[in-house]
């Protein structure tokens, strides 16, 4: 590499410190590839999340020297580790592609979060690398912004995601199909960048899959590293589905649609990753699928739990050698396990729901939240205004739910809920303010998203940071943000696509 630092009359620049351990690289070489960025001509940061770098232990001024950006966009190797691209392999769309792999993104190192916990931070768009089947290895601004804000939105939503450090631009065109765009580079951090369909590569390769399942327990589930080799395995698979079963649940209750839920945007931790043409509901409809290369519906919201189930089951075969020796010991084990997933789905949508709808668990009938989303089905109910409405309902002002249900269609169910939350109090303002701490009154929604990228793309940042603020305090309903929880006007949701990989 560059022999600046040999050299006197190049000064070294100074980079910022940023710390960085390596220790996937170390401990599983066999999923890494050393690698680096491509030269970027003029790194700039665009955004910067300085709460979460200060979390990091980063300056975010450091981050914010040309130095700095260097370094986020990949153009600069960072001072302490060597960069490293990921393999992995992954069913997409059901079909399974033996490797896939970081085809345009790299692992610059892991550092530790104030809790402790260490985490990737990893940058997208910074160049191609061997994985990159075709692809230009380049990212652009309006996609990467997306997944800043979306990311950034569901953090603050309590839902487990990648954060969003930066987007760095890059200086650089890039050729899209509607016309050159400005490149730029996510920089996100992580827990880790461990998929399913990490271990769908390491799986087909000789050992390799349990020192990946190893150091993953060891990462994610520690309390499993303990236990005796013949129940590890089987706990870190039990662990996952835990986890992902939990985190879809958190999906389905904000009618939030992922739209390429392959197995190598499935994580281990339990984090939503890859926000490419992910978007929110407006009205309650299963069937909807916002991403336009999602043809045949398989990632429309209302199949998100039945596609993870599936995904998990692809998982558990990873695992097989390493639960038992014998296949058909194994399979019964993993099986039994993949078997609890669709009671763990119910149980976590069923207390996600009870919390929506000011509900005691014990108090919530499933056929409460059945019939209420056939109403809205009927109706074509905004999902996320519902819940806000219910809470009013409970105040006593019943406009803003008769606005989306007409009350001769809902007074009966609204009678049914209104008798289930009196189990679980008589003061119906405090659950209706405990109800307007789970429900947001602003989530991105698209036609903001696509308004405020639109100016972003065009050199005006203020609508995005403007909206970023807003879906970043997704609870605090604020007079002069109404605007913000309107839902899109009906002739736009109605064509309304997103694309992906772009
Ligand atoms: P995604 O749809 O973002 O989950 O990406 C699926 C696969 O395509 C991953 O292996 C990516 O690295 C790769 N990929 C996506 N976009 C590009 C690109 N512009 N250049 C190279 N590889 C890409
Ligand atoms: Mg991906």
Redesign the pocket.
């Known amino acids: 590499m560059s022999g600046s630092s040999n050299d006197p009359a190049v000064p070294t620049p100074s980079l910022p410190a940023f710390g960085f351990e390596s220790t996937l690289a170390d401990e599983v070489p066999g999923v890494t590839l050393p690698w680096q960025g491509a030269h970027a001509p003029d790194p700039r940061v665009l955004i910067l999340n300085d709460g979460l770098a200060r979390s990091l232990a980063l300056d975010p001024a450091s981050l914010r020297t040309p130095e700095g950006a260097g370094v986020l966009s990949g153009s600069i190797p960072p001072a302490e580790t060597a960069t490293v691209a990921m393999a992995?392999a992954g069913h997409?769309f059901g079909n399974f592609q033996p490797l896939?792999?970081?085809?345009?993104?790299l692992l610059l190192g892991e550092l530790r979060d104030d809790r402790g916990s260490r985490v990737d931070l990893h940058l997208k768009g910074s160049g191609?690398t061997p994985?990159?089947?075709g692809?230009?290895?380049?990212?652009v601004v309006g996609a990467m912004l997306r997944e800043y804000l979306i990311s950034e939105a569901m953090h603050a939503l309590n839902i487990p995601t990648t954060r969003s450090l930066a987007v760095v631009t890059t200086g650089e065109q890039v050729l899209r199909e509607g016309g050159p765009q400005l490149g730029a580079v996510l920089a996100r951090v992580a827990s880790s960048h461990l998929r399913v369909g990490t271990f769908e590569f390491a799986a087909r390769r000789e050992g390799l899959a349990q020192t990946l399942a190893d150091y993953a327990v060891a990462r994610h589930y520690p309390e499993l590293v303990e236990r005796a080799p013949e129940d590890r395995y089987l706990a870190f698979f039990e662990a996952v589905v835990e986890a992902q079963a939990a985190l879809v649940a958190q999906w389905m209750s904000v009618g939030f649609v992922h739209g390429?839920m392959?197995t190598?945007?499935t994580t281990i931790s339990g984090e939503t990753i890859?926000y490419?043409p992910c978007a929110f509901l407006d009205a309650y409809d299963p069937a909807t699928v916002f991403s336009s290369i999602d043809h045949g519906g398989r990632y429309a919201y209302g199949n998100q739990p039945a596609v993870l189930g599936w995904n998990l089951a692809r998982f558990g075969e990873t695992l097989l050698p390493l639960v038992n020796s014998t296949p058909d010991t194994a399979i019964t084990a993993l099986t039994a396990v993949l078997d609890t997933y669709g009671d763990r789905y119910r149980h976590h949508y069923a207390a996600a729901m009870a919390l929506k709808l000011g509900l005691a668990d014990d108090a919530m009938d499933a056929a409460l939240v059945d019939d209420l989303h056939r109403l809205l089905t009927d109706h074509r109910a905004d999902w996320t205004l519902t819940f806000r409405a219910l809470a009013e309902n409970l105040r006593g002002n019943s406009e803003p739910f008769d606005a989306l249900v007409p009350p001769d269609a809902s007074r009966n169910w609204l009678e049914r809920w209104r008798t289930a939350v009196s189990v679980r109090a008589q003061d119906f303002s405090s659950v209706a303010d405990d109800m307007d701490r789970v429900n947001p009154a602003y989530i991105p929604r698209n036609h903001l998203v696509d308004a405020a990228l639109n100016a972003a793309t065009e050199g005006d940042l203020e609508p995005f940071e403007r909206l970023l603020d807003v879906v970043t305090s997704p609870f605090d309903r604020r007079d002069n943000w109404s605007d913000y929880a309107l839902p899109a006007p009906e002739n736009f949701s109605a064509g309304f696509q997103t694309f992906?990989?772009?």
């Open positions: 992995y997409q896939l792999g970081d085809g345009r993104a191609a994985f990159s089947r692809g230009d290895g380049r990212a390429v392959n190598d945007n890859d490419g992906c990989g772009t």
